[in-house]
């Protein structure tokens, strides 16, 4: 008989032994690999939500107070008036800090939602839209009771590209002052509407100061007066995404628009200039220094990953900051 040779059940079971540790390596290597390569897509993904929430809050705050007066926008203030809203995350009812103006810049600390125990900021900030041309010619018309304003011809509000909105902010000037009101309306051609009851509570024309009305010279008798439109814009926190928290940015009382995922932390601080003690790194500026005192924004933006590592199960976290400096805000007359 043939002698068969062949595997004895050692070697067959040392042969099994070595394919296996030799498969683990490969599939561990593999596992490596893929771990690798998502951490780096994690990275450059929140590397990039950082960076579209710094440019586009760059761009914003360098524009702040551009077309604004100096020390802000009169509001409606003193008797009959009530508190103008807030934009803010979903739930709130915030309004702004009750006075005779808006200024260019609104602190928000600790008005965001809190987000990994830490109370995030939100900001308002305020400046001219230099897409539409409305302050070149004097208003053709605006009617006693200050809710109705008519554009001079030569300037089409019905423009698609820069169509006055339901929304839009308007702010009038003449030699008697500025007042800021909530366009409610148009009648599709040259004449903007500015009924109570709006979003932000602009239009109170029963109030004492701050109104439309008040830039009357006589009873229905408005001297030359020239148009703005004024662009809002409030940026904070939305933790409403079951995908988790978001940046967004909020025109007006309009809808906010996400700008930016997996931002879970914002903190702002500004420096003052007040010709004195120049205060630096100030959350909420308070008396004697005012809002319109601030010359430099302190931004801080924190962000995780929008889904967890595969190795460890955790989040990736990174942050920025960096300081933008505004333009005047007001006027300091340091020789004095």
């Known amino acids: 008989m043939k002698n ?61 107070g551009e077309g604004i007066p100096t020390g802000g926008i009169p509001v409606p203030s003193g008797g009959g008036a009530t508190p103008i809203n807030r934009p803010g995350p979903i739930g709130t009812a915030y309004t702004f800090p009750a006075g005779p ?25 305020l400046y001219a839209d230099p897409t539409l041309a409305l302050n070149t010619v004097p208003l053709a018309a605006i009617n006693a009771p200050g809710t109705r304003a008519t554009v001079d011809p030569s300037v089409s509000i019905v423009d698609p590209d820069t169509a006055v909105q339901p929304g839009d902010l308007i702010m009038f000037s003449n030699a008697l002052g500025n007042a800021l009101q909530e366009v409610t309306g148009t009648d599709g051609a040259q ?15 029963a109030a004492v100061e701050g109104t439309l009305v008040r830039l009357q010279s006589g ?32 025109v007006g009382a309009g809808a906010p628009l996400a700008v930016a995922l997996g931002i879970e932390n914002l903190q702002l601080s500004y420096d003052l200039v007040d010709g004195a003690t120049n205060p630096t790194n100030v959350k909420t500026p308070v008396a004697p220094n005012s809002p319109h005192e601030i010359r430099k924004v302190n931004l ?37």
């Open 101 to 125: 103006v808006l200024p260019a810049v609104s602190a928000g600390a600790g008005l965001g939602p809190t987000v990994t125990l830490q109370p995030t900021d939100l900001v308002t900030v």
């Open 300 to 336: 801080f933006v924190s962000a995780r990953s929008e889904a967890v590592q595969r190795r460890t199960g955790q989040w990736f976290r990174n942050s920025l900051a960096t300081q933008i400096s505004l333009r005047s805000l007001s006027f300091v007359d340091r020789y004095r």
């Open 219 to 250: 009873p229905g008798v408005y001297p030359p007066t020239v148009a703005t439109r004024v662009v809002m814009v409030s940026y904070y926190i939305d933790t409403s995404n079951p995908a988790g928290p978001r940046l967004v940015r909020q």
């Open 4 to 64: 068969e040779a062949g595997f004895s059940l050692a070697e067959f079971l040392v042969s099994m032994l070595l394919t296996l540790v030799v498969l683990g390596m490969a599939l561990s290597t593999f596992s490596d690999g893929v771990g690798v390569n998502q951490l780096a897509g994690l990275i450059a993904d929140t590397d990039q939500n950082l960076r579209s929430a710094l440019n586009m809050m760059t761009r914003d705050l360098i524009q702040t």
């Open 191 to 205: 004449t903007m509407y500015f009924d109570p009851g709006d979003p932000l509570n602009l239009n109170q024309p």
